[in-house]
């Protein structure tokens, strides 16, 4: 008759005995190797890469969209501030008008073997400046003058700075000079001028920059050119200067602007 207090050990399973409890009931850690059980292969989840690109491309709309909505409201902006200048303050554009151009010399000479020509000329310019503006003051840089002929160019010179203050007007006085060899074809052109009854066409062009103050806001240097046609000169024939006919000038005022390497 077994024992009681000893109980038969128990069947092996799969080779493996059965630890045999101990006196006090408790079963002894087995010795042999634990069993692990293996997990099925489970694949990662799969991206879906379509969604991530167009989640990319709405991102980018978005901030193209809100750009566009920024630099429209800039400009909005700056149209209103624009508006409100032009209502407050109507501003005009400076005047100028040629009050008398003297021709002290005007020579075209040719040698005899008509193998090159020499121009020489001399002018006194006075130009009067107006601002007809209220509220804004002109502050111009030098002026560089030149006087042409049917694009010949005649002589050059400048004028000093100065500030046209409100419905100021400014008396300015230059000197313009040339002495140079012209080329066949601008002799040719200069001698059909020199030609006519009526006077020689004379244009006059000036650039310099101007600053802007409108009440305590002063603006940037933009380049302006001031351009005078209509202007009839006879060359003298002798010492005593001749007087321009200017009763039929007029010069107006064009910005400009340069865009990189283009000048509007």
Not at 44 to 49: E, T, V
Not at 224 to 235: A, D, F, T
Not at 242 to 256: E, F, I, P
Request: hydrophobic letters at 35%; glycine letters at 6%.
């Amino acid at each position: 008759m077994p024992d009681a207090a000893n109980p038969p050990p128990k069947p092996a399973v799969n080779g493996v005995s059965a630890a045999r409890p101990a006196a006090n009931g408790t079963i002894p850690p087995s010795s042999a190797k634990p069993q692990f059980r293996q997990h099925p292969y489970r694949p990662p989840p799969y991206r879906n890469h379509r969604n991530h690109h167009r989640s990319r491309r709405n991102l980018c709309c978005c901030f193209c969209f809100w750009t566009i909505i920024v630099v429209l409201g800039l400009v909005l902006l700056a149209a209103i501030a624009g508006a409100a200048l032009y209502v407050l303050y109507r501003p005009h554009r400076p005047q100028f008008t040629i009050s008398s151009l003297r021709i002290s010399k005007l020579n075209l000479t040719t040698a005899a073997d008509s193998s090159a020509s020499h121009l020489s000329s001399l002018f006194n310019l006075t130009l009067s400046s107006f601002n007809p503006n209220s509220h804004i003051t002109f502050s111009y840089d030098p002026f560089t003058l030149s006087t042409f002929s049917n694009s010949v160019l005649l002589a050059n010179g400048s004028i000093p700075a100065f500030t046209s203050g409100t419905k100021n007007q400014t008396v300015v006085r230059a000197f313009l000079s040339g002495a140079e060899d012209p080329d066949a074809e601008s002799v040719t052109s200069l001698r059909s001028d020199l030609k006519k009854k009526g006077g020689i066409p004379l244009t006059i062009e000036m650039d310099t920059k101007v600053k802007v103050k409108i009440g305590r806001v002063n603006s940037k240097k933009v380049g302006i050119r001031v351009s005078c046609e209509g202007i009839k000169g006879i060359p003298p024939k002798g010492k005593s200067p001749t007087l321009a006919s200017v009763s039929d000038a007029d010069c107006k005022v064009d910005l400009r602007i340069k865009i990189w390497i283009f000048t509007l």
